[in-house]
């Protein structure tokens, strides 16, 4: 029997599991492969991302940076007090506590949510790197944390393939977005493309090249991961690789036209062959 206190606990678990399946189907079925102890901690860290994510692409009749403010601010409180009245907040700040979660990958995240507000334009592949590491490679570093639960070591040994996933993952949103990102965001993240205004194949094939290998070193961390964790990690690796691949066969001037897209029943095949590539150990 649950106490009171525990039931909100739950009740906030379940909260950031909600967000999750209605934002991210492709991400929620993912964290459904992982053991069941690990999907809650994930679905918190996800919450926690949307929540900001929808605050600076998302609220435009409202003052963003008031919001994005006030949520770090929450954010701090909520783990410094070890509680609070924001159920996502509740649910992220049990995860950060319990997996010992660095607040520098909090801080960083953070500030490429700044970056969203302030800045529109990357022209330098460094700034690129400085944002894609606060937007996407922490949040990797984040559920890396879980992974591990504890063993610093192994969390040092893949943290860098962890990294290269999470840039993976998001430079691949990035392509499959550019359209919308560039026509109501009025943002381009690509140098290439800020210094052109389009996307021609030259640019296109530079970028994919960059991002197949990140792909490669993300998958050569996957192999090493705990049992817990390699399998719900490795479907949603092929289904970025599959969306990706699917960018590859589109020609630049298509992805200017329309969002790429991965079709439900394809999502299913994708998770089927990941199966069996898991269970013959050909990952």
Known sequence: ??????????????CSQTITQHYSTSFSAAIRMLHRELRYPICAIYGFVRVADEIVDSFHDYDKAALLQQFEEATHDAIARQISTNPVLQSFQQTVHRYHIPQELIDAFFRSMYLDLEKHTYRQRDELQTYVYGSAEVVGLMCLCVFCDGDMDLYASLKESARALGSAFQKVNFLRDIQADY???????????AYKGYLDEEAKREIEADIEQEFARGLQGIKHLPARSRFGVYVAYRYFYALFRKIQRTSHDKIMQRRIRIPNRSKLMIMLRA???HQLNMI
């Open 1 to 14: 029997m649950m106490n009171r206190v525990q039931l909100y606990q739950h009740v906030s678990q379940r």
């Open 183 to 193: 026509q109501e965001l009025n943002r381009s993240y690509f140098p290439a493309f």
């Open 275 to 277: 199966c069996i590539r």
